[in-house]
């Protein structure tokens, strides 16, 4: 009994100087194991006098259970702290600095495509498209324009097949071939927004570009008039130089669309009062339009007696230029980084 003392003694050390699961582990097994010293008087109870068994198997029992209990509050202790330990390794420091990444955007072209897209889409147009691989007869004949036209010429056009008139393929000059194929293709009503690249053989310089983009409108139906052109053109100009801005049209030629038009938006930067934006006029000229001529409906196979329609089409840069004070077209085509981060 003796020696059960001197382990009740030390016990709570051990326990306590044991810094591991494991180490707790093989603590436990020489305290209460089946090698112990517990368990050895246990074994011996047999040989003490039947009065004295009782108090000496209480007194053992007793025992027992204080040490489990030492040794188990103790492997409560070290269970949390190796689940500390495992919070801890785990952790993150969300207030690191991270190492951040330069992310590129659309280009100032890719921009303004997009939201003439979604200024038209709003009011219920579809987006259309066609080839920069034409025929001369859908950038050309189906529009209206004659043989001897001189924009027909190989100095002003890039043809990839040229004197067949028949079989003539060229790079489209501008967007209004989707005018005719849209309407070779499906049956009026038609809205449609097309944007997309032309290209002519002008010398690159600050005012043109070999290849440009521009985007063209086309609404065709039953009763469509002119009044309703300005008005769709005024919702275009509201929308992207602003709300106050007032259009005109003023007369001029297309071949494809009679009577033809220039629109002029209202000067953003003096309200139309003249000043350096505007060459002191008030008014930018931005695109052209009319309303659909009879011959082009009919080269398209459209019954010029039962519908009627405008269209209009302008220079993506253009737009993109006036709006943004860009005196230069090249600024658009050099990817100069200066320039293009100042468009995100
Ligand atoms: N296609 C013409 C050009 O490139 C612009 C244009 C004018 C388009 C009048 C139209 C229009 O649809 O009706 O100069």
Redesign the pocket.
């Known amino acids: 009994m003796d020696d059960l003392d001197a382990i009740l003694g030390s016990a709570p050390e051990r326990i306590e100087a044991a810094r591991t699961l494991e180490a707790l582990s093989a603590v436990e097994t020489e305290l209460l194991g089946r090698n112990s010293v517990i368990t050895a008087q246990r074994r011996g109870l047999g040989q003490l006098e039947p009065s004295e068994r009782p108090a000496a198997g209480a007194r053992l029992n007793e025992a027992a259970q204080r040490l489990q209990g030492l040794v188990d509050e103790r492997r409560r202790m070290l269970d949390l702290e190796a689940e500390d330990r495992l919070l801890a390794d785990d952790r993150v420091d969300v207030t690191v600095a991270r190492r951040s990444l330069r992310t590129g955007t659309s280009h100032l072209i890719t921009q303004t495509i997009d939201e003439i897209a979604d200024i038209f889409t709003a009011i219920g147009y579809q987006i259309a498209d066609g080839p920069e691989a034409e025929t001369a007869w859908h950038n050309f004949d189906a529009l209206n324009t004659p043989w001897w036209h001189p924009s027909r010429l190989e100095s002003d056009t890039m043809y990839l097949d040229y004197g067949d008139p028949e079989d003539e393929i060229l790079l489209r000059?501008?967007t209004?071939t989707v005018?005719a194929r849209t309407m070779e293709s499906q049956p009026p009503p038609v809205h449609i927004i097309a944007p997309g690249r032309c290209y002519r053989t002008d010398t690159f310089d600050a005012t043109h570009s070999p290849v440009f983009h521009?985007f063209?409108g086309l609404a065709v139906a039953e009763g469509i008039t002119f009044a309703d052109l300005k008005g769709t053109l005024s919702y275009f100009a509201r929308e992207y130089f602003g709300p106050d801005r007032t259009i005109k049209v003023i007369p001029h030629f297309?071949p494809?669309?009679e009577p033809?038009a220039e629109m002029h938006v209202s000067c953003f930067a003096c309200d139309g009062s003249g000043c350096r934006v505007c060459s002191q006029s008030g008014w930018l000229e931005l695109?052209?339009?009319?309303m659909v001529d009879p011959n082009v409906f009919e080269a398209v196979g459209y019954d010029p007696a039962a519908v009627t329609g405008f269209?209009?089409?302008g220079g993506i840069e253009r737009v993109a230029m006036v709006r943004h004070g860009i005196e230069d077209i090249r600024h658009l085509f050099d990817n100069d980084l200066r320039v293009n981060e100042q468009f995100v």
């Open positions: 000059t501008q209004s005018q521009q063209e297309f494809f669309t033809s695109l052209g339009c009319g269209a209009f089409g």
